[in-house]
């Protein structure tokens, strides 16, 4: 999108963001620190920098803080670190672009050694937007919640156990759609399709799909085929009482909420979405091109 010089302000007070204790993040952050100064924006550093940082006059949030108090947040990390603090920042009115100290970087667009140019554009008000829908998961027990939390990858029904098959009902809107015995599920959103799923033969879903797709793990029928859902739907598994071991749902590989025979777990949209921005000349396809290697164009 482009804006007009009136709205080009927008980004007046900038959130950084960064994985503590990495020399190579460490000295983004500080260049773009030193960038976001002389252009004239008020600066907030993620407070778990503290003890990293040796800058004048740095002001210090949590996440939160940063997510109430900042037009945009820059994340200086991989994916994974992007994931964490998206769950956060999803819950706010801000804007988040990240910058690429990782290994794929899917979510995170901007070169460390070449952000200047993209991001006074991005700042400008030249960019492209998408926003991006979490999943929530909830574990209840005989009714009753006792747990939840958010995803923006994907949310994973799994033994507690390695390689130990576990058997569950899967319900879309209180429809019975079938009754599994795998190793799990995974469910994954269309940010999350080029991640987990993808590695266990699960389809590619384009970021502006409003779907969710159902991936069984090495289920033990030859008939169970991964399946995608309208996003609006609501999953609920049922957890068979037969099973003789505990469960996780893992959320993004980072939160675990545990499961027990007997429990269900409903997983849903959340309300709140990821304002993620990208360069004015991101193109997916060209992503997907570079990450995996996908061959020229014939003509």
Same mark, same amino acid.
């Given at each position: 999108?482009?804006?007009?010089?009136?709205?080009?302000?927008?980004?007046?007070?900038?959130?950084?963001?960064?994985?503590?204790?990495?020399?190579?993040?460490?000295?983004?952050?500080?260049?773009?620190?030193?960038?976001?100064?002389?252009?004239?924006?008020?600066?907030?550093?993620?407070?778990?920098?503290?003890?990293?940082?040796?800058?004048?006059?740095?002001?210090?949030?949590?996440?939160?803080?940063?997510?109430?108090?900042?037009?945009?947040?820059?994340?200086?990390?991989?994916?994974?670190?992007?994931?964490?603090?998206?769950?956060?920042?999803?819950?706010?009115?801000?804007?988040?672009?990240?910058?690429?100290?990782?290994?794929?970087?899917?979510?995170?667009?901007?070169?460390?050694?070449?952000?200047?140019?993209?991001?006074?554009?991005?700042?400008?008000?030249?960019?492209?937007?998408?926003?991006?829908?979490?999943? $929530?998961? !909830?574990?209840?027990?005989?009714? @009753?919640?006792?747990? /939840?939390?958010?995803?923006?990858? %994907?949310? =994973?029904?799994?033994?507690?156990?390695?390689?130990?098959?576990?058997?569950?009902?899967?319900?879309?809107?209180?429809?019975?759609?079938?009754?599994?015995?795998?190793?799990?599920?995974?469910?994954?959103?269309?940010?999350?399709?080029?991640?987990?799923?993808?590695?266990?033969?699960?389809?590619?879903?384009?970021?502006?799909?409003?779907?969710?797709?159902?991936?069984?793990?090495?289920?033990?029928?030859?008939?169970?085929?991964?399946?995608?859902?309208?996003?609006?739907?609501?999953?609920?598994?049922?957890?068979?009482?037969?099973?003789?071991? $505990?469960? !996780?749902?893992?959320?993004?590989? @980072?939160?675990?909420? /545990?499961?027990?025979?007997?429990? %269900?777990? =409903?997983?849903?949209?959340?309300?709140?979405?990821?304002?993620?921005?990208?360069?004015?000349?991101?193109?997916?396809?060209?992503?997907?091109?570079?990450?995996?290697?996908?061959?020229?164009?014939?003509?």
């Amino acid at each position: 999108m482009s804006l007009d010089s009136k709205q080009q302000s927008q980004f007046k007070t900038i959130g950084l963001i960064g994985k503590p204790q990495h020399s190579e993040a460490l000295q983004t952050l500080t260049s773009l620190y030193f960038f976001l100064q002389a252009r004239g924006h008020s600066i907030i550093v993620d407070i778990r920098l503290a003890d990293d940082l040796e800058l004048p006059q740095i002001r210090y949030e949590d996440l939160v803080g940063i997510g109430q108090k900042c037009d945009l947040a820059i994340v200086v990390g991989g994916d994974g670190y992007m994931l964490g603090a998206a769950r956060v920042l999803a819950r706010f009115d801000i804007s988040v672009i990240g910058v690429n100290r990782g290994n794929l970087g899917f979510l995170t667009d901007l070169d460390p050694e070449d952000f200047e140019k993209p991001l006074t554009e991005v700042l400008e008000g030249t960019y492209q937007a998408e926003n991006r829908f979490l999943l $929530e998961a !909830q574990v209840y027990s005989h009714g @009753h919640l006792k747990s /939840s939390s958010t995803a923006v990858n %994907e949310a =994973v029904l799994h033994p507690d156990k390695i390689a130990h098959m576990i058997e569950f009902e899967v319900y879309v809107n209180d429809n019975f759609m079938i009754n599994q015995r795998a190793d799990g599920l995974i469910l994954s959103t269309p940010t999350g399709s080029t991640a987990y799923s993808l590695s266990g033969g699960g389809p590619i879903l384009t970021p502006k799909l409003d779907a969710i797709s159902l991936l069984p793990m090495f289920p033990h029928t030859l008939n169970s085929r991964p399946i995608v859902i309208d996003a609006n739907s609501i999953v609920r598994l049922k957890i068979a009482q037969s099973n003789t071991t $505990e469960m !996780q749902i893992s959320c993004d590989s @980072h939160v675990n909420l /545990s499961v027990l025979p007997g429990d %269900e777990v =409903v997983i849903k949209k959340t309300q709140h979405k990821l304002n993620l921005l990208h360069p004015q000349n991101y193109n997916y396809f060209h992503v997907l091109h570079n990450k995996f290697g996908w061959g020229n164009k014939l003509f």
